[in-house]
Antibody, heavy 120, light 106 residues
Framework: EVQLVESGGGLVQPGGSLRLSCAAS????????MNWVRQAPGKGLEWVSG????????HYADSVKGRFTISRDNSKNTLYLQVNSLRAEDTAVYYC?????????????WGQGALVTVSS | DIQMTQSPSSLSASVGDRVTITCRTS??????LNWYQQKPGKAPKLLIY???SLQSGVPSRFSGSGSGTDFTLTISSLQPEDFATYYC????????FGPGTKVDIK
């Protein structure tokens, strides 16, 4: 069974940092591109970042470029998102999602989400 | 950047109704268009990918159509478990989600 389990969320002050993790199991992690998608309270979905299966190619939304860094450790079956210079508008549930791999980026498995709250 | 719109933003329907949700993109995305269902407090679920391909395990009452800039998600006979918010998402450019359509009980 495919499982994605996020951790590392919490309350952080504006300007602070966090590292989110997503532990994957039930599939060959190193064969799939992975992504982070966030959802602010009561709002819609926003794609944040994506990384290729090998980790060699990364993409970011303009809203987080230069502040967030996506990475992965295929030996540990784990995806990461380093989030720096946090702002109030970064408050959201952060989901990791597996790229289906078939015809463009579409996300067939999602974690349960990790809540990041940016507040003083 | 590609802009996404969905209509309606919300709708009320009854069990057994046929429901249609429209997604429009500001430029052509060919058929790089996907649909998700999200229930409160839960992660989204992939329903349709590549505009019209049904994701494994998704009931056949869900269908997708369209190409270019205009797309449709249809639920042929609404079931109690289908009350949720539906999002379209393009992957032609980077990745952009539509604003969502909330389907609730009439």
């Amino acid at each position: 069974e495919v499982q994605l389990v996020e951790s590392g969320g919490g309350l952080v002050q504006p300007g602070g940092s966090l590292r989110l993790s997503c532990a994957a199991s039930g599939f060959t992690f190193s064969s799939y591109a992975m992504n982070w998608v966030r959802q602010a309270p009561g709002k819609g979905l926003e794609w944040v970042s994506g990384i290729s299966s090998s980790g060699g190619i990364t993409h970011y939304a303009d809203s987080v470029k230069g502040r967030f860094t996506i990475s992965r450790d295929n030996s540990k079956n784990t995806l990461y998102l380093q989030v720096n210079s946090l702002r109030a508008e970064d408050t959201a549930v952060y989901y990791c999602a597996r790229d289906h791999g078939d015809y463009g980026a579409n996300f067939d498995y999602w974690g349960q989400g990790a809540l990041v709250t940016v507040s003083s | 950047d590609i802009q996404m719109t969905q209509s309606p933003s919300s709708l009320s329907a009854s069990v057994g109704d046929r429901v249609t949700i429209t997604c429009r993109t500001s430029q052509s995305v060919s058929n790089f268009l996907n649909w998700y269902q999200q229930k409160p407090g839960k992660a989204p679920k992939l329903l349709i990918y590549a505009a019209s391909s049904l994701q494994s395990g998704v009931p056949s009452r869900f269908s997708g159509s369209g190409s270019g800039t205009d797309f449709t998600l249809t639920i042929s006979s609404l079931q109690p478990e289908d009350f949720a918010t539906y999002y379209c998402q393009e992957s032609f450019n980077t990745v952009t989600f539509g604003p969502g359509t909330k389907v609730d009980i009439k």
